[in-house]
């Protein structure tokens, strides 16, 4: 595994010319966000030496790096899901990849369902804490102590110092924020109406597919996390509506000039 990823690593860094500082993964809903990066590269996932493919609708599969906001940044357009059917390390292979590159700085990004009675779709949500329901961990098996410790600790998963700066950015700039947990789950069905109930009297605000296997993997390596979730549908709140992807997509796509808005200035002072 380390082998793998000093190879990939190497690959990457063989191609650019500038250090990235900071890495972003792109969910449905930032996707956007590439229109304003001054691409120095972009490398498609199947030209990357122990890339998986991944082949989600809304979802590209490259690898970008150049400038945001006059930040060096590397940017991956379009993430490998667990529901896939890739194991917890081929998801968060890029993460370790990163890391590798010398990369401490992550931002995280997805669409998710809301659950809080006082969100609306298309709302954005800062994540302060998620709760792993996937049910398996990216850490599972031999540790790589190299690497970081057998058991990480993960008592503040998502940056305060972040939390507060997006917060505040976000006053400056006049976008409404919502902060919550987020569950992450397996997928790909969406929740029941029962699901949804059980997840919010658990303790979140937001349900969603990805995002909490890379959290861990990051912490674990010592990088610093900053995560957010666009709203994309209600779940667990009022009469239950039937949630489809061609929606969650709409809604992000409502949401993104905001997310772009907010992503690219929290960069330049992460
Ligand atoms: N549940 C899980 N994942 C999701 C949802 C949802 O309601 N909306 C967008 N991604």
Same mark, same amino acid.
């Given at each position: 595994m380390l082998e793998k990823i000093k190879e990939t690593a190497q690959f990457l860094e063989s191609r650019i010319t500038t250090k990235p500082e900071v890495a972003i993964v792109?969910?449905?809903?930032?996707?956007?966000?590439?229109?304003?990066i001054d691409i120095e590269q972009e490398i498609p996932y199947r030209e990357i030496p122990n890339f998986p493919v991944s082949n989600v609708a809304g979802h590209k599969?490259?690898? &970008?790096?150049?400038?945001? /906001?006059?930040?060096?940044?590397?940017?991956?357009? #379009?993430?490998?899901?667990?529901?896939? !059917?890739?194991?917890?390390?081929?998801?968060?292979?890029?993460?370790?990849v990163m890391n590798q590159m010398g990369?401490?700085?992550?931002?995280?990004?997805?669409?998710?369902?809301?659950?809080?009675?006082?969100?609306?779709?298309?709302?954005?949500?800062? &994540?302060?804490?998620?709760? /792993?329901?996937?049910?398996?961990?990216?850490?599972? #098996?031999?540790?790589?102590?190299?690497? !970081?410790?057998?058991?990480?600790?993960?008592?503040?998963?998502?940056?305060?110092?972040?939390?507060?700066l997006a917060k505040k950015i976000g006053e400056e700039l006049n976008i409404k924020l919502q902060h919550g947990v987020y569950v992450g789950v397996k997928g790909p069905s969406y929740e029941t109406p029962a699901e949804y109930r059980m997840y919010h009297i658990l303790g979140a605000d937001a349900v969603g597919m990805?995002?909490?296997?890379?959290?861990?993997?990051?912490?674990?390596?010592?990088?610093?996390?900053f995560a957010l979730s666009v709203i994309t549908d209600l779940g667990g709140v009022g009469p239950i509506e039937?949630?489809?992807?061609?929606?969650?997509?709409?809604?992000?796509?409502?949401?993104?000039?905001?997310?772009?808005?907010?992503?690219?200035?929290?960069?330049?002072q992460l």
């Open positions: 792109l969910g449905s809903g930032l996707g956007g966000l590439v229109k304003h599969a490259t690898m &970008i790096f150049g400038k945001l /906001n006059g930040r060096p940044v590397m940017v991956m357009s #379009g993430r490998f899901h667990y529901y896939e !059917g890739h194991p917890m390390k081929t998801v968060t292979f890029p993460i370790f990369i401490k700085k992550l931002v995280l990004s997805n669409a998710a369902g809301g659950m809080n009675p006082t969100f609306d779709v298309a709302d954005i949500m800062i &994540i302060t804490d998620h709760i /792993n329901m996937m049910a398996d961990n990216p850490l599972l #098996g031999p540790n790589i102590d190299e690497l !970081g410790p057998r058991f990480p600790d993960m008592s503040e998963a998502y940056s305060k110092r972040w939390v507060k990805s995002t909490v296997p890379e959290t861990i993997v990051a912490r674990f390596l010592g990088m610093e996390v039937k949630v489809s992807h061609e929606e969650v997509l709409n809604a992000a796509k409502k949401a993104e000039p905001n997310m772009v808005k907010l992503v690219s200035t929290l960069v330049a």
